[in-house]
């Protein structure tokens, strides 16, 4: 594999030890992968962030890199961690762990992430960090990851918890996978049977596409969105995030919509045409039966991924004035909860008996440990993860139909 100069330097250690570690994981991957050169990369995105997920041999390790003097090289964020960093009291998580969580997110700010001041969240293309087309960076979150390919046009692959961390550090990555232009052609050409219409049919039909493609590059056609409206964006966030869970899909296009796909229109596929649906089927695949242990919805939870303005705008206009039965949780990134703070949005829903937490992820935190035994979401990949990582019954529903559940 041909090195510059500067990565032969560093790979002899010129530049210490943790960037010479770096590389040596960044050049092993790329040599896995095939790659014939490294390329410079704008920016990283870091998963690997809960506690519950990390353990004590993963702060170990993170603590290892600050000892070598580790920092980042890109601008960097950071995907979500277990609980909010500030209200985690008020969310009922217990002081040791929150003392666990609080080291991770100072080791990592140590590194120089976020500035050195790192926020937490899967959606870091809502708070500022959105990529150009055709850009080169190395995310790691399957639905940031899915987002930036398709919806920004940027390139990145699937990057493993510390792989990013390396490549952060030296700002690099392999050149191969969609980092080439060969692989971004689509592979299958998917049509829906059944017409999505909210943010939660596309992660209907997401979960679908996601199961039966596994690691393809959909092309779909006939979807009834318009480039101009308003929730274009959360719409294409939550189907890419629901077929990055069901399956392994990384990029997709939309025709007439994608930004590749509108620029090249020979991008779709010529193989293989899908026909997905009906979209109760996606429902259904991701929603425990209704005699499961655990009868009645104690929690809902919105915001996977995190919500948007928009998506928190509408639940609190949903909830204006009403008073819900059962704890509602929206997560997103604490800059949109700070938005949506001065707008009021945060007050109606607390008002009705809800919170807004940021920089959480529910289905990597301890939803178990404190009590809850059925979540209803909107979301396929909270439904997905709440049941394969928190291990509590779901059920998969229309934003509406979780909204009245909890205030029923
Ligand atoms: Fe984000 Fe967690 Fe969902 S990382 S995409 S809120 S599973």
Redesign the pocket.
């Known amino acids: 594999m041909y090195l510059t100069d500067e990565e032969h330097a560093w790979l002899a250690g010129d530049a210490g030890p943790a960037t010479r570690r770096a590389l040596e994981i960044v050049v092993t991957l790329a040599r896995i992968y095939g790659a014939e050169r490294l390329i410079p990369v704008e920016s990283v995105q870091i998963s690997g962030v809960s506690y519950r997920n990390l353990g004590d041999a993963g702060v170990e390790f993170l603590r290892h890199w600050v000892e070598e003097g580790a920092r980042v090289r890109v601008p960097t964020t950071l ?2 961690a277990a609980m909010d960093m500030v209200d985690w009291n008020t969310q009922g998580i217990d002081a040791d762990f929150a003392a666990h969580q609080q080291e991770v997110l100072a080791l990592f700010s140590a590194m120089g992430v976020g500035g050195g001041a790192p926020v937490p969240t ?2 870091p293309y809502l708070i500022g960090s959105r990529p150009r087309m055709g850009a080169h960076v190395a995310w790691a ?1 399957s ?1 940031a990851v899915v987002f930036a390919n398709s919806v920004l046009g940027a390139r990145t692959n699937r990057e493993g918890g510390p792989g990013a961390i390396a490549a952060a550090i030296v700002g690099r990555t392999g050149a191969y996978g969609l980092h080439l232009d060969a692989q971004r052609r689509s592979t299958v050409l998917v049509k829906a049977n059944d017409p999505p219409r909210t943010i939660a049919d596309y992660s209907a039909l997401g979960a679908l596409v996601g199961r039966q493609t596994r690691n393809a590059v959909p092309y779909f056609v006939g979807l009834p969105l318009d480039p101009e409206e308003p929730l274009l964006e959360e719409k294409l966030k939550a189907l890419g ?1 629901a077929m990055a869970a069901t399956g392994s899909v990384a990029l997709y296009h939309v025709a007439g919509i994608t930004p590749e796909a509108r620029a090249d229109p020979q991008l779709a596929a010529t193989g293989e045409t899908l026909a997905v649906g009906p979209l109760a089927e996606g429902y259904a695949a991701l929603s425990d039966p209704a005699d499961s242990d655990a009868a009645d919805i104690d929690l809902v939870w919105i ?4 919500a948007s303005l928009h998506e928190i705008a509408y639940v609190a206009a949903a909830l204006d004035g009403r008073t819900l039965r059962i704890p509602l949780w929206v ?1 997103s990134a604490r800059p949109v909860k700070a938005v949506a703070e001065m707008q009021g949005l945060v007050a109606k829903i607390e008002a009705a008996g809800g919170r807004v937490f940021a920089d959480a ?4 935190g301890p939803v178990r440990e404190l009590g809850y035994r059925l979540v209803a979401t909107p ?1 396929a ?2 439904a997905y ?1 709440l049941r394969n990582l928190a291990q509590v019954s779901v059920q998969f529903a229309p934003l509406d139909a979780c909204l009245e559940a909890a205030l029923r």
Do not use: Q
């Open positions: 995907n979500p899967c959606t979150e639905s995030a915001g996977c991924p995190h997560t992820c529910l289905a990597i979301s990949k909270g993860y």
